[in-house]
Protein backbone atom coordinates (compact mmCIF):
# COMPACT_ATOMS: atom_id res chain seq x y z
CA UNK A 1 0.00 0.00 0.00
CA UNK A 2 3.05 2.27 0.44
CA UNK A 3 6.32 2.34 -0.57
CA UNK A 4 8.76 1.27 3.16
CA UNK A 5 12.14 1.24 2.51
CA UNK A 6 14.75 -0.07 5.02
CA UNK A 7 17.88 1.49 5.13
CA UNK A 8 20.56 1.05 7.23
CA UNK A 9 22.92 3.66 9.04
CA UNK A 10 25.61 3.07 6.97
CA UNK A 11 24.01 3.52 3.54
CA UNK A 12 21.55 6.54 4.90
CA UNK A 13 24.66 9.13 3.32
CA UNK A 14 23.27 8.97 -0.37
CA UNK A 15 19.98 7.28 -0.02
CA UNK A 16 17.06 8.75 -0.98
CA UNK A 17 14.63 9.11 1.87
CA UNK A 18 11.32 8.42 1.64
CA UNK A 19 8.26 11.08 1.62
CA UNK A 20 7.50 12.41 5.54
CA UNK A 21 11.09 10.93 6.78
CA UNK A 22 13.68 13.49 7.14
CA UNK A 23 16.35 15.02 4.65
CA UNK A 24 17.66 18.10 6.13
CA UNK A 25 17.95 20.51 9.15
CA UNK A 26 21.00 21.39 11.21
CA UNK A 27 23.11 18.67 13.36
CA UNK A 28 21.17 16.38 10.61
CA UNK A 29 23.73 13.86 8.92
CA UNK A 30 21.63 11.66 7.25
CA UNK A 31 20.65 11.91 3.52
CA UNK A 32 19.86 14.89 2.41
CA UNK A 33 18.15 13.80 -0.79
CA UNK A 34 14.56 13.88 -0.66
CA UNK A 35 12.41 11.39 -2.91
CA UNK A 36 11.55 12.91 -5.83
CA UNK A 37 8.43 15.22 -5.47
CA UNK A 38 9.37 15.81 -2.17
CA UNK A 39 11.49 18.92 -0.58
CA UNK A 40 12.97 19.46 2.51
CA UNK A 41 10.09 21.39 4.86
CA UNK A 42 11.59 23.06 7.98
CA UNK A 43 8.15 23.04 10.33
CA UNK A 44 7.22 26.56 12.37
CA UNK A 45 8.61 26.63 15.74
CA UNK A 46 11.15 24.91 16.99
CA UNK A 47 14.31 24.99 15.00
CA UNK A 48 15.04 22.52 12.27
CA UNK A 49 15.08 18.91 14.64
CA UNK A 50 12.25 17.63 13.09
CA UNK A 51 12.67 18.54 9.31
CA UNK A 52 11.22 16.46 7.09
CA UNK A 53 10.65 15.95 3.36
CA UNK A 54 6.86 17.04 2.29
CA UNK A 55 5.20 17.21 -0.85
CA UNK A 56 6.17 20.48 -3.00
CA UNK A 57 3.54 22.81 -2.01
CA UNK A 58 0.31 23.27 -4.52
CA UNK A 59 2.02 20.33 -6.81
CA UNK A 60 -0.32 17.32 -7.11
CA UNK A 61 2.50 14.66 -5.88
CA UNK A 62 0.68 14.31 -3.31
CA UNK A 63 -2.24 12.59 -5.03
CA UNK A 64 0.66 10.59 -6.92
CA UNK A 65 2.19 9.47 -3.34
CA UNK A 66 -1.14 8.47 -1.97
CA UNK A 67 -1.40 5.49 -0.11
CA UNK A 68 -3.61 3.68 -2.86
CA UNK A 69 -1.35 4.56 -5.76
CA UNK A 70 1.57 3.92 -4.72
CA UNK A 71 2.72 0.19 -3.83
CA UNK A 72 5.27 -1.01 -2.10
CA UNK A 73 8.67 -1.61 -3.14
CA UNK A 74 10.27 -3.78 -0.36
CA UNK A 75 9.36 -5.37 2.71
CA UNK A 76 11.15 -6.42 5.41
CA UNK A 77 11.17 -8.33 8.96
CA UNK A 78 12.99 -6.78 11.57
CA UNK A 79 14.44 -9.42 14.39
CA UNK A 80 14.57 -8.34 17.84
CA UNK A 81 17.92 -9.68 18.04
CA UNK A 82 19.38 -5.86 18.36
CA UNK A 83 22.98 -6.56 16.39
CA UNK A 84 22.04 -4.19 13.76
CA UNK A 85 20.49 -0.80 13.73
CA UNK A 86 17.77 -0.16 10.52
CA UNK A 87 15.90 2.70 10.64
CA UNK A 88 12.39 2.38 8.79
CA UNK A 89 11.24 5.86 6.95
CA UNK A 90 7.55 5.76 6.28
CA UNK A 91 5.32 7.40 4.75
CA UNK A 92 1.44 7.41 5.61
CA UNK A 93 -0.21 8.98 3.56
CA UNK A 94 -1.18 12.01 1.20
CA UNK A 95 -2.16 14.83 3.60
CA UNK A 96 -0.48 17.93 3.31
CA UNK A 97 0.98 18.06 7.09
CA UNK A 98 2.15 21.48 9.12
CA UNK A 99 3.28 21.71 12.68
CA UNK A 100 -0.50 23.38 13.64
CA UNK A 101 -1.94 19.70 12.59
CA UNK A 102 0.11 18.32 15.78
CA UNK A 103 -1.75 17.94 19.31
CA UNK A 104 -0.65 19.79 22.05
CA UNK A 105 -1.67 20.49 25.50
CA UNK A 106 -2.55 24.28 26.84
CA UNK A 107 -2.70 24.08 30.48
CA UNK A 108 -5.15 20.63 31.66
CA UNK A 109 -6.38 20.94 27.95
CA UNK A 110 -5.65 19.38 24.84
CA UNK A 111 -5.41 21.11 22.27
CA UNK A 112 -6.27 19.68 18.83
CA UNK A 113 -6.97 21.42 15.05
CA UNK A 114 -5.98 24.87 17.01
CA UNK A 115 -9.20 24.05 19.33
CA UNK A 116 -8.42 24.05 23.17
CA UNK A 117 -11.52 22.53 24.73
CA UNK A 118 -12.75 19.00 25.93
CA UNK A 119 -12.83 16.28 23.63
CA UNK A 120 -15.33 13.32 23.48
CA UNK A 121 -13.66 9.93 21.74
CA UNK A 122 -13.87 6.23 21.77
CA UNK A 123 -11.96 2.97 22.07
CA UNK A 124 -12.42 0.54 18.43
CA UNK A 125 -8.95 -2.08 19.66
CA UNK A 126 -10.09 -4.29 16.30
CA UNK A 127 -9.99 -1.65 13.85
CA UNK A 128 -6.11 -2.43 13.01
CA UNK A 129 -6.64 -5.92 12.34
CA UNK A 130 -8.99 -5.62 9.34
CA UNK A 131 -8.59 -7.19 5.73
CA UNK A 132 -10.84 -4.61 3.85
CA UNK A 133 -9.93 -0.73 3.80
CA UNK A 134 -13.59 -0.06 3.00
CA UNK A 135 -14.34 -0.85 6.33
CA UNK A 136 -11.89 0.93 8.43
CA UNK A 137 -12.88 4.06 6.21
CA UNK A 138 -16.62 3.96 7.22
CA UNK A 139 -15.49 3.90 10.70
CA UNK A 140 -13.28 6.85 10.53
CA UNK A 141 -15.80 8.41 8.64
CA UNK A 142 -18.69 7.82 11.02
CA UNK A 143 -16.24 8.61 14.06
CA UNK A 144 -15.77 12.09 12.29
CA UNK A 145 -19.14 12.36 10.85
CA UNK A 146 -19.80 12.07 15.25
CA UNK A 147 -17.49 14.54 16.26
CA UNK A 148 -15.63 11.66 18.10
CA UNK A 149 -12.17 12.94 17.57
CA UNK A 150 -9.75 10.43 19.63
CA UNK A 151 -9.46 6.85 18.81
CA UNK A 152 -7.81 4.54 20.92
CA UNK A 153 -6.76 1.39 19.00
CA UNK A 154 -4.72 -1.95 19.91
CA UNK A 155 -1.06 -1.13 18.62
CA UNK A 156 -0.28 -4.88 19.43
CA UNK A 157 -1.00 -8.35 17.66
CA UNK A 158 1.43 -10.47 19.38
CA UNK A 159 1.55 -14.32 18.92
CA UNK A 160 3.33 -17.36 19.14
CA UNK A 161 2.41 -19.32 16.23
CA UNK A 162 1.92 -17.87 12.83
CA UNK A 163 -1.90 -17.92 12.38
CA UNK A 164 -4.20 -19.41 9.63
CA UNK A 165 -3.68 -17.49 6.45
CA UNK A 166 -5.73 -14.35 6.53
CA UNK A 167 -5.28 -13.72 10.34
CA UNK A 168 -3.85 -10.49 10.99
CA UNK A 169 -0.58 -10.54 13.34
CA UNK A 170 2.22 -7.96 14.17
CA UNK A 171 4.95 -9.53 16.20
CA UNK A 172 5.70 -13.63 16.26
CA UNK A 173 7.43 -14.46 19.33
CA UNK A 174 8.96 -18.15 19.67
CA UNK A 175 11.54 -19.11 21.21
CA UNK A 176 13.73 -16.23 22.38
CA UNK A 177 13.20 -14.70 19.10
CA UNK A 178 10.74 -11.54 18.07
CA UNK A 179 9.53 -11.41 13.99
CA UNK A 180 7.64 -7.97 13.75
CA UNK A 181 5.12 -8.60 10.73
CA UNK A 182 5.41 -5.71 8.43
CA UNK A 183 3.42 -7.43 5.56
CA UNK A 184 0.05 -6.98 4.47
CA UNK A 185 -1.44 -9.16 6.85
CA UNK A 186 1.19 -7.38 9.44
CA UNK A 187 2.14 -3.65 10.45
CA UNK A 188 0.43 -2.62 6.77
CA UNK A 189 -3.09 -3.05 8.49
CA UNK A 190 -2.19 -0.17 11.25
CA UNK A 191 -0.93 1.60 7.95
CA UNK A 192 -3.91 2.08 6.70
CA UNK A 193 -5.71 2.79 10.11
CA UNK A 194 -2.86 5.85 10.19
CA UNK A 195 -3.62 7.05 7.15
CA UNK A 196 -7.21 6.90 7.04
CA UNK A 197 -7.18 8.97 10.37
CA UNK A 198 -5.18 11.40 8.97
CA UNK A 199 -8.18 11.43 5.70
CA UNK A 200 -10.88 11.69 8.65
CA UNK A 201 -9.12 14.12 10.89
CA UNK A 202 -8.58 11.41 14.07
CA UNK A 203 -6.43 11.56 16.54
CA UNK A 204 -5.20 8.14 17.66
CA UNK A 205 -4.11 6.81 20.64
CA UNK A 206 -1.88 3.53 19.94
CA UNK A 207 -0.29 1.38 22.59
CA UNK A 208 2.40 -1.08 22.40
CA UNK A 209 1.69 -4.29 24.67
CA UNK A 210 -1.42 -6.05 26.67
CA UNK A 211 -1.37 -6.71 30.22
CA UNK A 212 -3.99 -9.29 29.47
CA UNK A 213 -3.82 -12.52 26.81
CA UNK A 214 -5.91 -11.19 24.68
CA UNK A 215 -4.06 -10.24 21.41
CA UNK A 216 -1.07 -12.49 22.79
CA UNK A 217 -0.06 -9.62 25.74
CA UNK A 218 2.51 -9.95 27.98
CA UNK A 219 1.82 -13.58 28.21
CA UNK A 220 3.07 -13.97 24.41
CA UNK A 221 6.37 -12.83 25.82
CA UNK A 222 6.46 -14.90 28.58
CA UNK A 223 6.02 -18.25 26.76
CA UNK A 224 8.67 -17.24 23.84
CA UNK A 225 11.51 -16.14 27.00
CA UNK A 226 10.42 -17.61 30.23
CA UNK A 227 9.65 -16.07 32.97
CA UNK A 228 6.14 -14.97 34.92
CA UNK A 229 4.02 -12.13 34.06
CA UNK A 230 5.02 -9.43 37.22
CA UNK A 231 8.68 -10.52 36.08
CA UNK A 232 7.95 -8.96 32.64
CA UNK A 233 8.40 -5.31 33.73
CA UNK A 234 12.33 -6.19 34.47
CA UNK A 235 13.24 -9.21 32.20
CA UNK A 236 16.29 -8.16 29.85
CA UNK A 237 15.39 -10.00 27.44
CA UNK A 238 11.83 -9.06 27.18
CA UNK A 239 12.17 -5.69 27.64
CA UNK A 240 14.84 -5.27 24.46
CA UNK A 241 12.15 -7.35 22.08
CA UNK A 242 9.61 -5.11 23.42
CA UNK A 243 11.26 -1.94 23.27
CA UNK A 244 12.37 -2.73 19.82
CA UNK A 245 8.89 -3.50 18.40
CA UNK A 246 7.86 0.15 20.00
CA UNK A 247 10.94 1.37 18.17
CA UNK A 248 9.33 -0.38 14.96
CA UNK A 249 6.12 1.23 15.55
CA UNK A 250 7.19 4.83 16.34
CA UNK A 251 9.29 4.89 13.35
CA UNK A 252 6.50 4.07 11.10
CA UNK A 253 4.07 6.52 12.27
CA UNK A 254 7.02 9.27 13.54
CA UNK A 255 5.74 12.37 11.42
CA UNK A 256 1.83 11.57 11.09
CA UNK A 257 -0.53 14.50 12.78
CA UNK A 258 -2.74 11.50 13.33
CA UNK A 259 -0.89 10.40 15.95
CA UNK A 260 -2.24 11.94 19.85
CA UNK A 261 -0.43 9.60 22.54
CA UNK A 262 1.92 6.43 22.58
CA UNK A 263 0.97 4.61 25.42
CA UNK A 264 2.98 2.14 26.82
CA UNK A 265 0.65 -0.72 27.92
CA UNK A 266 -3.21 -1.58 27.77
CA UNK A 267 -3.74 -1.37 31.85
CA UNK A 268 -0.61 -3.26 32.92
CA UNK A 269 -0.15 -4.60 36.50
CA UNK A 270 1.99 -6.35 38.78
CA UNK A 271 -0.18 -7.37 41.55
CA UNK A 272 1.25 -7.06 44.44
CA UNK A 273 4.39 -5.86 43.74
CA UNK A 274 5.92 -2.78 45.31
CA UNK A 275 5.24 0.44 43.35
CA UNK A 276 8.54 1.07 42.19
CA UNK A 277 8.46 -2.04 39.97
CA UNK A 278 6.01 -0.37 37.35
CA UNK A 279 7.02 3.07 38.19
CA UNK A 280 11.19 2.19 36.73
CA UNK A 281 9.14 0.83 34.18
CA UNK A 282 6.82 3.52 32.65
CA UNK A 283 10.28 6.20 33.54
CA UNK A 284 12.34 4.55 31.38
CA UNK A 285 10.16 3.33 28.84
CA UNK A 286 8.83 6.53 28.40
CA UNK A 287 12.36 8.39 28.52
CA UNK A 288 13.56 5.66 25.33
CA UNK A 289 9.98 6.31 23.50
CA UNK A 290 10.66 10.34 23.79
CA UNK A 291 14.74 9.06 22.88
CA UNK A 292 13.30 7.86 19.58
CA UNK A 293 11.16 10.96 19.10
CA UNK A 294 12.47 14.13 18.81
CA UNK A 295 9.33 16.02 18.67
CA UNK A 296 9.51 16.40 22.20
CA UNK A 297 11.65 19.46 21.66
CA UNK A 298 8.99 21.21 20.19
CA UNK A 299 6.73 20.95 23.14
CA UNK A 300 3.92 19.38 21.27
CA UNK A 301 2.13 17.06 22.47
CA UNK A 302 2.51 14.47 19.18
CA UNK A 303 4.31 11.72 20.35
CA UNK A 304 3.20 11.90 23.84
CA UNK A 305 3.07 9.22 26.35
CA UNK A 306 0.32 8.59 28.82
CA UNK A 307 0.40 6.69 31.89
CA UNK A 308 -1.07 3.99 30.74
CA UNK A 309 -2.95 2.36 33.53
CA UNK A 310 -6.03 1.88 34.85
CA UNK A 311 -5.87 5.23 37.48
CA UNK A 312 -5.27 2.93 40.40
CA UNK A 313 -3.88 3.53 43.96
CA UNK A 314 -4.85 7.49 44.36
CA UNK A 315 -4.38 8.75 47.84
CA UNK A 316 -6.42 12.14 46.35
CA UNK A 317 -10.45 11.39 48.01
CA UNK A 318 -9.41 7.73 48.44
CA UNK A 319 -12.78 5.59 50.11
CA UNK A 320 -10.07 2.55 50.44
CA UNK A 321 -12.15 0.47 48.06
CA UNK A 322 -10.26 -1.56 46.13
CA UNK A 323 -9.26 0.79 42.82
CA UNK A 324 -7.80 3.20 45.43
CA UNK A 325 -5.27 1.09 46.72
CA UNK A 326 -1.84 0.29 44.98
CA UNK A 327 -2.23 -3.71 45.22
CA UNK A 328 -1.65 -3.60 41.63
CA UNK A 329 1.73 -1.92 42.22
CA UNK A 330 0.31 0.96 40.74
CA UNK A 331 0.57 4.53 42.35
CA UNK A 332 -1.51 6.97 40.16
CA UNK A 333 0.64 10.08 41.06
CA UNK A 334 3.99 8.66 41.64
CA UNK A 335 3.64 7.43 37.80
CA UNK A 336 2.03 10.70 36.32
CA UNK A 337 4.79 12.81 37.96
CA UNK A 338 7.45 11.44 35.93
CA UNK A 339 8.73 14.03 33.37
CA UNK A 340 8.17 11.80 30.53
CA UNK A 341 4.80 11.35 30.92
CA UNK A 342 2.48 14.11 29.54
CA UNK A 343 -1.10 13.37 30.36
CA UNK A 344 -2.65 9.88 32.60
CA UNK A 345 -5.30 7.54 31.64
CA UNK A 346 -7.85 6.15 33.92
CA UNK A 347 -10.94 3.56 33.49
CA UNK A 348 -13.56 2.92 34.91
CA UNK A 349 -15.63 -0.39 35.13
CA UNK A 350 -17.57 -0.24 38.67
CA UNK A 351 -19.11 -4.28 37.54
CA UNK A 352 -15.59 -5.35 37.60
CA UNK A 353 -14.15 -3.65 40.38
CA UNK A 354 -17.11 -4.28 43.05
CA UNK A 355 -18.06 -0.63 44.05
CA UNK A 356 -21.28 0.88 42.63
CA UNK A 357 -22.14 2.75 39.64
CA UNK A 358 -22.62 5.55 41.19
CA UNK A 359 -19.15 5.91 42.87
CA UNK A 360 -17.61 6.03 39.72
CA UNK A 361 -18.56 10.21 39.69
CA UNK A 362 -16.26 10.48 42.86
CA UNK A 363 -14.09 8.17 41.07
CA UNK A 364 -13.50 10.98 37.61
CA UNK A 365 -13.47 13.98 39.92
CA UNK A 366 -10.67 12.48 42.53
CA UNK A 367 -8.34 12.21 39.04
CA UNK A 368 -9.04 15.69 37.97
CA UNK A 369 -8.01 16.98 41.36
CA UNK A 370 -4.83 14.81 41.59
CA UNK A 371 -4.01 15.65 37.94
CA UNK A 372 -4.75 18.98 38.17
CA UNK A 373 -2.88 19.40 41.40
CA UNK A 374 0.29 18.11 39.33
CA UNK A 375 -0.61 20.31 36.07
CA UNK A 376 -1.26 17.57 33.30
CA UNK A 377 -4.41 16.57 31.76
CA UNK A 378 -6.14 13.81 32.20
CA UNK A 379 -8.24 11.17 30.18
CA UNK A 380 -11.13 8.94 31.26
CA UNK A 381 -9.50 6.60 28.46
CA UNK A 382 -11.97 4.01 29.31
CA UNK A 383 -15.33 3.28 30.67
CA UNK A 384 -18.58 0.79 30.56
CA UNK A 385 -20.94 -0.86 31.69
CA UNK A 386 -23.23 -3.81 30.48
CA UNK A 387 -26.53 -2.75 30.70
CA UNK A 388 -28.41 1.09 31.07
CA UNK A 389 -25.95 2.66 29.26
CA UNK A 390 -27.62 5.64 28.93
CA UNK A 391 -28.63 6.13 32.49
CA UNK A 392 -25.46 5.04 34.00
CA UNK A 393 -22.80 6.68 31.50
CA UNK A 394 -23.97 9.54 31.07
CA UNK A 395 -24.01 11.37 34.16
CA UNK A 396 -20.21 10.23 33.95
CA UNK A 397 -19.95 11.91 31.12
CA UNK A 398 -21.37 14.96 32.47
CA UNK A 399 -19.26 14.80 35.48
CA UNK A 400 -16.34 14.38 33.29
CA UNK A 401 -17.29 17.34 31.23
CA UNK A 402 -17.44 19.41 34.51
CA UNK A 403 -14.24 18.29 36.24
CA UNK A 404 -11.16 20.33 35.89
CA UNK A 405 -8.16 18.25 34.56
CA UNK A 406 -10.14 16.26 32.53
CA UNK A 407 -9.87 16.73 29.35
CA UNK A 408 -11.53 14.34 27.29
CA UNK A 409 -13.69 11.10 27.84
CA UNK A 410 -13.81 7.95 25.73
CA UNK A 411 -16.16 5.59 25.97
CA UNK A 412 -15.13 1.61 25.65
CA UNK A 413 -16.19 0.69 23.10
CA UNK A 414 -17.38 1.73 19.45
CA UNK A 415 -19.45 -0.82 17.40
CA UNK A 416 -20.44 -0.58 13.73
CA UNK A 417 -21.65 -2.69 11.20
CA UNK A 418 -18.79 -3.89 8.84
CA UNK A 419 -19.21 -5.62 5.20
CA UNK A 420 -18.66 -9.03 7.58
CA UNK A 421 -22.05 -8.39 10.16
CA UNK A 422 -21.17 -6.10 13.33
CA UNK A 423 -18.21 -5.51 15.38
CA UNK A 424 -17.33 -7.21 18.42
CA UNK A 425 -20.31 -6.70 21.16
CA UNK A 426 -18.97 -7.54 24.71
CA UNK A 427 -21.67 -6.64 26.22
CA UNK A 428 -20.58 -2.91 26.66
CA UNK A 429 -20.26 -2.09 22.86
CA UNK A 430 -21.77 0.99 21.39
CA UNK A 431 -23.20 0.72 17.88
CA UNK A 432 -23.06 3.89 15.79
CA UNK A 433 -26.83 4.36 14.81
CA UNK A 434 -28.42 3.10 18.14
CA UNK A 435 -30.46 5.21 20.82
CA UNK A 436 -27.59 4.65 23.13
CA UNK A 437 -25.30 6.41 20.60
CA UNK A 438 -27.58 9.08 20.42
CA UNK A 439 -27.92 9.62 24.11
CA UNK A 440 -24.10 9.32 25.00
CA UNK A 441 -22.79 10.23 21.24
CA UNK A 442 -24.92 12.66 19.95
CA UNK A 443 -26.42 14.09 23.46
CA UNK A 444 -22.61 14.34 24.93
CA UNK A 445 -21.19 16.14 21.64
CA UNK A 446 -23.55 18.79 21.44
CA UNK A 447 -23.12 19.34 25.46
CA UNK A 448 -19.53 19.77 24.58
C1 LIG B 1 -10.33 23.83 29.12
O1 LIG B 1 -11.57 23.21 28.80
C2 LIG B 1 -12.60 23.56 29.66
C3 LIG B 1 -13.80 22.76 29.23
O2 LIG B 1 -13.63 21.46 29.69
C4 LIG B 1 -12.87 25.04 29.62
O3 LIG B 1 -13.85 25.37 30.57
C5 LIG B 1 -11.59 25.78 29.93
O4 LIG B 1 -11.80 27.15 29.75
C6 LIG B 1 -10.49 25.31 29.00
N1 LIG B 1 -9.25 25.96 29.33
C7 LIG B 1 -8.57 26.66 28.43
C8 LIG B 1 -7.26 27.25 28.88
O5 LIG B 1 -8.97 26.82 27.29
C1 LIG C 1 -13.98 15.72 9.26
O1 LIG C 1 -12.84 15.70 8.42
C2 LIG C 1 -12.70 16.87 7.64
C3 LIG C 1 -11.47 16.68 6.80
O2 LIG C 1 -11.65 15.59 5.98
C4 LIG C 1 -12.54 18.09 8.48
O3 LIG C 1 -12.53 19.25 7.68
C5 LIG C 1 -13.67 18.15 9.44
O4 LIG C 1 -13.42 19.20 10.35
C6 LIG C 1 -13.76 16.85 10.19
N1 LIG C 1 -14.80 16.91 11.18
C7 LIG C 1 -14.47 16.91 12.45
C8 LIG C 1 -15.65 16.95 13.37
O5 LIG C 1 -13.32 16.87 12.85
C1 LIG D 1 -2.67 -8.89 34.18
O1 LIG D 1 -2.43 -8.45 35.49
C2 LIG D 1 -3.02 -9.19 36.53
C3 LIG D 1 -2.67 -8.57 37.85
O2 LIG D 1 -1.31 -8.52 38.05
C4 LIG D 1 -2.62 -10.64 36.47
O3 LIG D 1 -3.30 -11.37 37.45
C5 LIG D 1 -2.89 -11.19 35.10
O4 LIG D 1 -2.45 -12.50 35.03
C6 LIG D 1 -2.27 -10.35 34.04
N1 LIG D 1 -2.55 -10.87 32.74
C7 LIG D 1 -1.72 -11.71 32.12
C8 LIG D 1 -2.16 -12.20 30.78
O5 LIG D 1 -0.66 -12.07 32.53
C1 LIG E 1 1.95 7.46 45.93
O1 LIG E 1 2.94 8.34 45.46
C2 LIG E 1 2.83 9.63 46.02
C3 LIG E 1 3.78 10.54 45.26
O2 LIG E 1 5.09 10.06 45.36
C4 LIG E 1 3.10 9.55 47.50
O3 LIG E 1 2.98 10.83 48.07
C5 LIG E 1 2.08 8.61 48.12
O4 LIG E 1 2.39 8.42 49.48
C6 LIG E 1 2.08 7.27 47.43
N1 LIG E 1 0.95 6.49 47.93
C7 LIG E 1 1.09 5.27 48.42
C8 LIG E 1 -0.15 4.62 48.93
O5 LIG E 1 2.18 4.70 48.45
Known sequence: MKALTVLSLASLASAQVAPYGQCGGSGYTGSTVCETGWVFHRENGGGDRRSRSNPLAGSSSS????????????????????????????????????????????????????????????????????????????????LNESDLRILRVWGFNDVNT????????????TDGTATINTGSDGLERLDYVVSSAEKHNIKLIINFVNNWSDYGGMAAYVTAYGGTQTGWYTDDDIQAAYRNYISAVVSRYIDS????????????????CDTSVIYDWVKSTSAYIKSLDSNHLLKRLDHANSTPTEGFGLDTDSDGSYPYTIGEGLNFTLNLGIETIDFATFHLYPDSWGTTDAWGDGWITAHGAACAAIGKPCILEEYGVTSNHCSVEAPWQSTALDTKG????????YGDTLSTGETSDDGNTIYYGSSDFTCLVTDHVAAI
Open 406 to 413: VTADMFWQ
Open 257 to 272: PAILAWELANEPRCQG
Open 63 to 142: TTLSATTTSTSTRSSTSSTKTTTSITSSSSSSAIVSSTDFPSVTGLNFTIDGETNYFAGTNAYWIGFLTDDDDVDLVMTH
Open 162 to 173: VPSSGTVYYQLL
